[in-house]
């Protein structure tokens, strides 16, 4: 029911389901199929959208793939970009995006040239860049800066303002605000190393609590008690 309904000059359009494409006036090689997908996208070029909701008010997009209900719902402006999983990429506005697994970079406006993959990955970067998140709930209360990357189940949940960090491990830096140039690998590594710049945290429990500088802790549990400590092998 009124799929396609404003076209005017857009050409080689596949719109299917209700409402989907009404708003579309002058985009064109477009693949719009669910319920309400695209409604309010006017002009959207190259672009696959499936799903409910999906691309709802994706306005002026264009080579982006939409999969998935409420995939890029409010996704205006952002170019080649995928969002793929229920509400993946939900405000996204940016380029060059990859947003796999359910609320997926949801709360991503302005950052560009992120990976997020798995539930809830980077659900709340608004502004970070060229960040790569991989993990269950991976960076998903975290507002991070910029060049991160972050592998493992609850892998920095809430590192806000972090740049420049190597965390990899299950719940590796998972409350590691504000830290700087440091890497921080295997399982709970860095776990609350608010403020650590320039350390390096390798093994089970290393530097669970660092809070110092130019630290470097190799093994089990190494500097796991360490907290303002400065320059430490």
Known sequence: YRSGYSNQTGIRNVYI?????Y?????????QMGFYSGRYATNTNNNVVLGYYSGYNADTTSNCVMIGSLSGMYADHGENSIMIGSSSGYNNN????????TECGYTNTSGT???FLGTQAGRANSNGN????????????AAMDNNNVLLGYYSGYNADDIDDCVIIGSNAGREANLSQNSIMIG??????????????????????????????????????SNQTGDYNV
Do not use: K, P, W
């Not at 940016?94 to 697994?101: E, L």
């Open 130 to 141: 060229y960040n790569c998140v991989i993990g269950y709930f991976s960076a998903q209360a």
């Open 23 to 31: 708003a579309n006036e002058d985009g064109s090689h477009n693949v």
């Open 17 to 21: 389901g209700n409402f989907s494409g």
């Open 94 to 101: 940016a380029d060059n995006n990859i947003f796999i697994g």
């Open 113 to 115: 040239n992120n990976t």
């Open 187 to 224: 399982t709970n590594s860095g776990r609350l190393a608010d403020q650590s710049v320039n350390s390096i945290m390798i093994g089970s429990y290393t530097g669970y609590n660092n809070n110092g500088e130019n630290n470097v802790f190799l093994g089990d549990s190494a500097g796991y």
